[in-house]
């Protein structure tokens, strides 16, 4: 439910040590609708990035939320095109032994045709502000996304990619950062621990003051954690 805009903070305190690219997702900031193309939206959003890795040599990858279960996508599919790897927020849930119960009530909201109620409660625990606090528009538009969400929520439930088959992530030998926020759901830190487990040079960081949104609410202690990842390449 995010930009490519919630970049620019970061990229600011970064200042120009890495040349950064970032993308809208399908049906979200300033990209058209999304279109399904056969695939799931995992899939297709992994594609898309996957088109824009440097034609040669290799890319430090940066990802919040979804955006780092794609990111960890692209690392374990492209191990040796990967320089870094900093995850913040992976909602990697198949990590979880418990993953089937994470959604349980807002697929059950979803499957009533309460799309405004399934919003509110995802909001609940993954937003940066209660779903009742955002202007209208904001509110219109993340009612139309929900159902993007429930879908790639599904393939990270399941880990339909099969990311976390044996000896994938151990393949994975680049730098790897994971950022979580101190106040974040219980199930990011469960996740982060498990990843780090099998991931064979990782670090873990957590943000003080901070929960899921900790790109948008603490740009200073990101920025930091991501140019600390950088310089260990």
Do not use: C
């Amino acid at each position: 439910m995010g930009s490519s805009s919630y970049w620019g903070p970061i990229a600011a305190r970064l200042g120009g040590i890495v040349d950064l690219h970032a993308f809208d997702a399908p049906g979200h900031g300033r990209s058209g609708p999304h279109e399904p193309d056969g695939t799931d939206y995992h899939t297709q959003l992994t594609g898309l990035a996957a088109a824009r890795l440097p034609s040669g040599g290799k890319a430090d990858l940066i990802g919040h939320s979804l955006g780092a279960t794609v990111a960890l996508r692209l690392a374990v599919e492209n191990p040796a095109r990967v320089r870094t790897l900093t995850l913040i927020e992976p909602v990697m849930f198949a990590a979880l032994p418990d993953a089937g119960s994470v959604f349980t009530r807002v697929d059950a909201l979803l499957a009533e045709g309460r799309d405004e109620d399934a919003t509110r409660e995802f909001l609940g625990n993954w937003g940066d502000k209660p779903f009742d606090a955002l202007p209208a528009a904001a509110r219109q538009r993340m009612t139309a996304q929900m159902r993007i969400v429930a879908e790639v929520n599904d393939s990270l439930v399941h880990d339909r990619a099969r990311m976390l088959a044996a000896g994938r992530l151990e393949a994975v030998t680049a730098p790897v950062m994971l950022i979580r926020g101190a106040d974040s759901p219980g199930s990011i830190a469960r996740i982060e621990e498990a990843l780090a487990a099998r991931l064979p040079d990782a670090r873990q960081a957590v943000v003080a003051g901070a929960a899921h949104m900790v790109p948008i609410t603490h740009p200073d202690d990101v920025a930091a954690l991501i140019a600390e990842n950088l310089a260990r390449a």
